[in-house]
């Protein structure tokens, strides 16, 4: 056998080597003109050659060679990613050959001289040979040379898996022997200067290669890395102990590979070295590695390509994992040369918003779209250069616009959030990170600051606790509030106090440290946990299955650094988790601050009024934006973590009212993280709804809105919250009994003092009682239906009740017991089930009551309003003005339905003797405040008034028009006949000038009286546009044509119907056409009303214009239409005018006089 091994070594020295080597150089120079399965070929004979001699006193003599060319095959491979230099399975045969040739030559058995060591030194790390794999070193030394088909299969049986070459002890020695003894031609001394400048040279090929491949896209390459690394760190760990560190880094990033088969395998590799202890790693190792990677951190990430950066943030995150929690307390937080506001640093700036400028020209070139200049191979796309959901991702996330992140999975939770039917996942993205567009990186980032949170609570107890690293990073919200407070001291605008560098600069830090924060605590949650345990703690029977190999230590070595996912747990000790909450205490104490929630979000907010310098930069609103995002998420965050706690620390009660302000932020972004987050809270403390958290929360919420009401001045953001409580959340009917007091409040604060003393809160307030008002009309909608069906449901069981009686179908049992079915209705004769009839009547009167209260509060504080000089409180007043009637009008029909309820049930009572319930309810307080809608309308028709003569904008006078009309459909016609008749002329002014003809200014001077709080304004007669005034005719003839079209209001005009004709005909008649429809309309309307003197009205001037047209009587009995209608003597003897009055402008138009004529003779009056 020996003299076999020297023959085949002598032939593999002298020509072997050589022809393969060289072959598979020349095919790495040609790269992509190459044959793939040439180089594969001869990769795998030279693995075949270096297995069938299989020891290091034949082989050190190549390794310069042979390694070499290895590493310039897998060096060109970086930038070939097809032909044969790109060939998987080349580079997997290179990777598998040059690790099979390393650990051959580089044994640490077959070198003890080398390393003056002893064979105990490096005892006790090794691969269980559960595959036998001697037996494939025999199937390779005994592979026939003429069968190639033969070759061909055993190269694709061992191409998916590692050769393994390490010969039994015995073997060794025997070779070593036998060499010792023979020829010593190419024979190297390995001597431990020729191991060091090796092993220094080894390092080099290595560490230019191996990164790049524990990254590549092939599983087959990845997975034969992974190999190949634990067998030269489990043989060569002394002779490669320069590449020790290096080999474990890659080891790292394979551990996070989305490939099952990769991850696992390199799972097992790394605990069982971390098993080893410090036989295999020291703590200094450990130190080394983490400071390594944590300087270089930032710089990888701002100054390399993406891939790059994440397998380096991959590669701490896995080290920290297997290490544990007590190293990385000792050695990351509290070692010499990394303290733990260094590591915070590095962090900071791996998360700082500088990472949208960080990568290459390639990545700017593959983010935009293909175009003819940049055409990339077909190789290249199978590749997946431009594929977004690349294969080496720690999660899955989608590559949509969507800036949030899977990463919430616990089942409860999600459970929860299926109930209240929207999907939340807390935390979030950062928003400055999505202009970047890498959400793995920031994975792998937020991975890291979850473990050194973790790692605070789950280790040993240390000099640096959890507190010490949030107040690090909490003083960076010290520093910004305290320069804000200077800010206000010192009256500085914002673009100055922003153009500074330092300040911007703060702001941003300020963002990246919550940011932070919000990651370090989530790492305490259970969820994190388990996404850790479920990322790195996978089955290792999953890699026995996969590749038969297990890794083990002697019984007789310690335990070392082995951690099976246990340590990362956190302690249930109430001293433990009273530190967490008040570390959360104390950053919501920092997110609170008023300081940091006064910073302006857009141009239009109210902290910018008084500001000289407007020109703000957009990227401080941005900035300032992007930090109350985090701030929001953050809250969401602390709710998960704590849970029920959460709400019993009261830190619910004081977020709370935060985020119903921020529930209806003119920004979209802060918006929905607040909605995100109300929805969180409310799954957290097990709420169904946003709604069901808030009313149990609600006397929090309404106390602080009462408070804050009395001190204006310093939150006014109060009508904003109350805005979005009703808005958004959908709890009105039960926070509306609630907001009695503070309406009384908001009234007071919109009469004429409350409006001197704060003008700019009065827009707010009014929004605030206009989304009260629309809450209240949807539950005053409610009532009617909800009072009609009670009563639906008392009637027919008094009806029973009564035929009973009188059928005397009660012998000889009391009335009060038991229950009697007819008609298939079943009737209870029990005192409890009357009771609770009656409390439920009562009930629904409470209830109805308090809308009616309430709605009748809103309109007292809105209707001054609808003088105002201001167009939007107009608007928003008028809007109030509408719900409210509607809403009277409801609370008055389910009054109508509660009485005859009410007299049924009292009917009831008196048939079954229930005397005592009878006197409760003639004991009940009637008020007499059933009648609010008439006493409503009457309160209002002056403003209406007002407001139409006040003219202030063309949208003001429309709506008002409508909604007048809606008020006189509601309230009847009939209420306003007599208001119609006095204040008509004001109304009807609006129609007696044409547009585009410009009435002349009368003499006489007339100044309106105003009050000392009042500016003057323009005069209501200054002139409008003329598309203006005729967009305000049109809604005047619009509200006649409404009024009259309904019968419940027609009646309103009864008393100027003649008026009202007439000049509705002389618009209808002039020239300007603009508003022919509407006047049209507003004729077949009063045409309802009186069709006979409407016609009369346009008969007169038709037939005046058009004598041609006259018919003639049907009979000569009749009289003739001259007789009828004489014609006049002048234009202003005609029918319209004189009941109408002179208008100015609306000359009668011929071909209108025709057109309108016969359009309502043809469609009203036949």
């Not at 072997?16 to 044959?35: I, K």
């Not at 390459?221 to 560190?245: E, F, P, Q, W």
């Not at 790292?252 to 070295?273: G, H, K, M, P, R």
């Amino acid at each position: 056998m020996l003299a076999c091994i020297s023959t085949v070594s002598k032939c593999f020295c002298c020509g072997g080597a050589l022809a393969v080597t060289s072959s598979s150089e020349l095919e790495a120079s040609r790269g992509h003109h190459g044959s793939a399965s040439l180089r594969k070929e001869a990769f795998f004979t030279l693995r075949v050659l270096v297995a069938k001699v299989g020891t290091a006193d034949a082989l050190a003599f190549f390794l310069p060679g042979i390694v070499s060319r290895f590493a310039k095959a897998l060096y060109i491979s970086k930038s070939m990613i097809s032909g044969a230099a790109g060939s998987t399975a080349s580079i997997e045969h290179a990777v598998c050959g040059l690790t099979e040739f390393l650990m051959i030559v580089l044994n640490d058995e077959a070198n003890l001289c080398g390393l003056e060591m002893s064979i105990n030194d490096i005892s006790g790390f090794c691969l269980k040979e559960s595959r036998s794999t001697q037996s494939v070193l025999e199937v390779l030394r005994h592979l026939p040379v003429s069968s190639q088909n033969q070759s061909k299969n055993i190269a694709g049986e061992s191409s998916n898996q590692s050769i393994t070459v390490v010969s039994s002890k015995d073997e060794l020695k025997e070779k070593s022997d036998h060499y010792g003894h023979g020829s010593r031609s190419l024979y190297v001394h390995r001597t431990k200067e020729w191991i060091d400048e090796t092993s220094a040279n080894v390092d080099k090929l290595l560490s230019a290669t191996f990164p790049h491949l524990s990254v590549h896209p092939a599983e087959k390459v990845r997975k034969a890395l992974v190999d190949g690394i634990a067998g030269l760190l489990s043989n060569c760990s002394y002779t490669l102990r320069k590449s020790k560190l290096m080999l474990l880094e890659c080891l790292c990033v394979l551990v996070c590979d989305d490939s099952v088969v990769v991850s696992v395998a390199a799972q097992e590799s790394l605990e069982s070295l971390f098993m080893v202890g410090e036989k295999f790693l020291t703590e200094n190792e450990i130190s080394e590695i983490f400071t390594s990677l944590t300087e270089r951190l930032p710089r990888v990430i701002l100054g390399s390509e993406e891939t790059v950066a994440l397998s380096h943030a991959q590669r701490l995150l896995a080290l920290m994992y297997y290490a544990g929690p007590e190293l990385v307390t000792n050695h990351l937080l509290c070692s010499p040369q990394i303290k733990a506001s260094r590591f915070l640093d590095c962090l900071s700036l791996s998360l700082s918003h500088n990472l949208q400028f960080a990568g290459s020209v390639d990545k700017i070139i593959s983010s935009k779209p293909l175009s003819v200049g940049y055409l990339l191979s077909v190789a290249e796309l199978k590749a997946g250069i431009l594929m977004s959901g690349s294969s080496h991702s720690i999660d899955h996330p989608s590559t949509s616009s969507n800036s949030k992140i899977s990463l919430v999975q616990d089942n409860d939770f999600q459970n929860m959030a299926e109930n209240v039917n929207c999907s939340y996942e807390f935390p979030h993205m950062p928003p400055w990170f999505l202009h970047i567009g890498n959400h793995r990186l920031y994975v792998a980032l937020a991975g890291i600051l979850r473990l050194v949170g973790l790692s605070m609570t789950a280790g040993h107890r240390s000099d640096v606790s959890l507190s010490v690293l949030m107040d690090i990073l909490l003083d960076y919200f010290h520093k910004l509030i305290s320069d804000l407070r200077i800010r206000a001291y010192n009256k500085e605008s914002w673009q100055s106090w922003h153009s500074r560098s330092g300040s911007r600069k703060l702001l941003r830090q300020t963002s990246i440290a919550g940011c932070m924060l919000n990651e370090m605590i989530y790492g305490l949650s259970d969820q994190s946990v388990s996404l850790n345990s479920k990322l790195f703690m996978k089955k290792g029977a999953e890699i026995e299955e996969a590749q038969g190999v297990e890794f083990t230590c002697n019984n007789d070595q310690p335990s070392g650094f082995r951690n099976d996912g246990s340590a990362w747990k956190v302690r249930q000790e109430k001293d433990t988790r009273d530190h967490v909450m008040h570390c959360v205490g104390s950053i919501l104490h920092e997110y609170m601050s008023p300081e940091v929630w006064d910073l302006p979000i857009d141009q239009k907010s109210p902290l910018l009024e008084h500001e000289i310098e407007t020109d703000v930069s957009l990227h401080f609103f941005r900035d300032a934006t992007m930090l109350h995002q985090v701030i929001i998420d953050g809250i969401g965050v602390f709710s998960i973590v704590l849970g029920k706690d959460f709400v019993c620390s009261g830190f619910m009660h004081s977020s709370i009212y935060l985020l119903l302000q921020n529930l209806i932020c003119s920004n979209n972004q802060i918006r929905n993280a607040s909605d995100a987050v109300l929805r969180a809270l409310a799954a957290s403390c097990s709420y169904p709804t946003v709604g069901h958290l808030v009313v149990a929360n609600a006397d929090y919420i309404v106390d602080s809105l009462c408070r804050q009401l009395r001190h204006l001045d310093l939150n006014p953001h109060v009508p904003d919250v109350i805005a979005a409580m009703l808005s958004y959340i959908g709890a009105a009917h039960d926070i509306l009994p609630l907001l009695e007091e503070p309406m009384r409040a908001v009234s007071s604060e919109l009469e004429v003092l409350g409006r001197h003393q704060h003008p700019n809160l009065t827009i707010p307030f009014l929004k605030a009682v206009a989304e009260i008002t629309k809450a209240s009309r949807r539950e005053a909608c409610k009532l009617p239906g909800e009072a009609e069906s009670f009563r639906s449901h008392v009637n027919p069981e008094v009806l029973v009740l009564q035929k009973m009686i009188k059928e005397e179908r009660i012998e000889n049992r009391e009335p009060h017991d038991g229950s009697v079915a007819s008609d298939k209705v079943n009737v209870c004769l029990g005192v409890e089930y009357w009771e609770e009839l009656l409390y439920k009547l009562n009930e629904m009167k409470r209830y109805r009551r308090t809308v009616g209260s309430l709605v009748g509060s809103c309109l007292k504080a809105a209707t001054p309003l609808l003088s105002s000089q201001k167009e939007l409180a107009c608007l928003v007043a008028l809007d109030i003005v509408e719900d409210v009637t509607i809403s009277l009008a409801k609370v008055e029909e389910a009054y109508k339905h509660e009485k005859q309820t009410k007299a049924t049930i009292e009917e009831a009572m008196q048939l079954l003797l229930l005397n005592d319930l009878q006197d409760t309810i003639d004991a009940a307080d009637e008020e007499v405040d059933e009648n609010r809608l008439l006493p409503a309308m009457n309160k209002i028709w002056p403003y209406f008034i007002l407001c139409l003569k006040n003219k202030i904008s063309v949208a003001v006078i429309r709506r008002c028009t409508n909604v007048m009309s809606e008020a006189v459909e509601i309230a009847g016609g009939d209420f306003f006949v007599r208001r119609f008749h006095s204040d008509g002329p004001i109304i009807w002014k609006l129609l007696m000038s044409s547009p585009f003809r410009r009435k002349p200014m009368q003499a006489k001077d007339e100044t309106p009286l105003l009050l000392p709080y009042r500016c003057s304004s323009g005069s209501s007669e200054e002139p409008m546009a003329e598309i203006s005034n005729q967009k305000i005719q049109a809604a005047v003839l619009d509200m006649i044509a409404k009024i009259s079209l309904n019968k419940r209001s027609a009646s309103a005009l009864g008393t100027v119907l003649k008026k009202v004709s007439g000049l509705v005909v002389g618009v209808a008649y002039s020239s300007v056409t603009g508003l022919r429809d509407a006047s049209i309309k507003a004729l077949s309307g009063l045409a309802h009303i009186d069709s006979d003197l409407i016609w009369l009205l346009l008969a007169d001037v038709y037939y005046s214009v058009n004598k041609k047209n006259v018919p003639s009587p049907p009979t000569s009995d009749l009289t003739g239409m001259s007789q009828l209608l004489p014609p006049p003597l002048s234009s202003k003897e005609y029918l319209y005018l004189q009941y109408g009055g002179e208008s100015f402008g609306f000359d009668v138009d011929p071909s209108s006089v025709e057109m309108v004529f016969k359009k309502m003779l043809s469609e009203v009056f036949t």
